[in-house]
C-alpha cells in the first residue's frame, strides 16, 4: 500500500509546533484557575507547578487532525466522530480534576461513559471474532471498554515524574504509527502521528526541571488516544499477534499499573488509592536523580517498542537479539548503581 507520507510529516510537525507555541498559555490558563500542584508527600516537585499543560497537547492534536482530515476521507465517519466525541468528554472531565480533584468514582464513571461512546459509533477489538472465538463476539464490546478505561488509567499513574507520561506516549505513539504503516491504517497512522508530534512539542517545557505538568488534563487524554489508535489500527490488523504488540507497545504503563493493582491487592487497600510503589518511584528512592530514572524509563520503553515492530515484520532473531541486550543492559545498570552506593 502506498502511503501519503507528506500528510503524515504535516500531521506530526503541526501537532509539533502548536502544542510548543500555545504550552505558556496553557500556564497562564493554570495559573488562573489555580490548577496548581504544590508539593506533596508522595510527589516529586519541591516547588509548585502549574498543571493543564494538557490544554497545549490537545490543541496541537486537534489543529493537526483539522488539517490533515482534510485530505482523509475515513475521518468524516460515525467512528471518526465517536472518538471526538469520547475524546472531548475525557478532556473537560480532565480539566475539572486539576481544578477540582474530582473522585475517583465519578472519573471510572466518564471513562465508562467515554468507552461506550467509542463503541457505540464502531470502533471495537475485533480478536474475538477470528476463528474458534466467533461465539465469544459478545464479549467485544465490554474488553473494548475495559482496554480503553485501563490505557486511559495507565498512562494517567506514570505521569508522576517530569517528562515521564510525555516521552513514554511518544515513544509508545510511534512505535504505534510504525505498526499502522505496515499494516497501511491511514487513519490510526495521521492518530498516532499528532499524539507523538504533540507530546515532543510539550516535552521541552515538562522535562526536569518542569515547568509545567500535563495534569489529568493531558494523561487522561493522552491513554486514551492510545487506546483507541491501537483499536482502529493494530487490533484490526494483525490477528492473534494484535495483542502481543499493542501490549508490548505500552508495555511501561500496562505493567506499571497491572503491578499497582496487584500490589494494592495483596496490600488489602483500594485499587485506585494513590501509593508511592510506582516504578518510578521505586528508582528514585534507589537513588537515580529524575532525570536518570526517567532516561531508563524511556529505555525500558524504547526496547519494548522495537520488539514489537521487529515482531510484526517477523524478524525473530533480531528480536531475540535485542531483547537480551536490553536486559543485560539493564542489569549491568543496576549492579553498577548496587555498587556505587
Known sequence: MSHDWLLYMTAFATAFG?????????????????AVDYPRSRGMNKEPVPLMGGIAIVLGFIVSLM????????FKTKQFAGFLIGGAII???????????????????MQFIVGLVVVCTGTKIDFIMWPYWQYLKVLSAPITIMWIIGLINAVNLIDGLDGLAAG??????????????????????????????????FLPRNFSPAEIYMGDTGSTFLGYVLAVASCIGVFKSYAILSIVLSVLAMALPIMDSAFAIIRRAINHKPIMMADRGHLHHRLIDAGYSNKQAVAILYGLSLASSVVAVLIAMKDYRATIIVFFFFMILLLMMFAYKSRTK
Do not use: Q
Not at 18 to 34: C, D, G, N, Q, S
Not at 98 to 107: Q, R, S
Not at 181 to 192: E, H, K, P, Q
Open 67 to 74: 488539517i490533515t482530515g482534510l485530505f482523509v476521507n475515513d
Open 18 to 34: 502548536v502544542t510548543m507555541a500555545t504550552t505558556p498559555l496553557a500556564r497562564k490558563i493554570a495559573y488562573k484557575f489555580k
Open 91 to 109: 478532556f473537560f472531565v480532565g480539566m475539572l480534576d486539576d481544578v477540582y480533584e474530582l473522585g475517583p468514582k465519578f472519573k471510572l464513571f
Open 168 to 201: 513514554v506516549t511518544s515513544i509508545a505513539a510511534i512505535c504505534l504509527m510504525v505498526l499502522c504503516i505496515l499494516s497501511g491504517t491511514t487513519v490510526a497512522i495521521a492518530l498516532t502521528a499528532a499524539l507523538a508530534g504533540a507530546c515532543l512539542g
